[in-house]
């Protein structure tokens, strides 16, 4: 598992080396799966209704609920290298 903290925390760094800024949807995915795999399933309440970036990344991490922290930064790390290429 360290070897994999590791892994996910150096994807985590190399995320903020990319010449081009991702688009939204793939920003949300790299915030779910950031939070899913270092804090586990959602905790919090729903933003308020006109909070929009807070509403949708409320949602995009609660539909990653039930997926293991794991799992989670293995998609994380996916990504980040799938960006990085």
Do not use: C
């Not at 970036?53 to 609920?65: D, F, S």
């Amino acid at each position: 598992m360290s070897d994999l903290r590791s892994e996910f925390e150096q994807a985590a760094k190399d995320v903020q080396r990319l010449s081009t800024r991702p688009d939204n949807d793939t920003l949300l995915k790299l915030y779910a799966l950031y939070k899913q795999g270092s804090e586990g399933d959602l905790q919090r309440t729903q933003p308020g209704f006109f909070d929009f970036v807070g509403t949708a990344k409320h949602e995009a991490w609660a539909q990653l609920n039930g997926v293991s922290s794991e799992e989670a930064m293995r998609r994380y790390i996916a990504l980040v290298h799938q960006l990085l290429a």
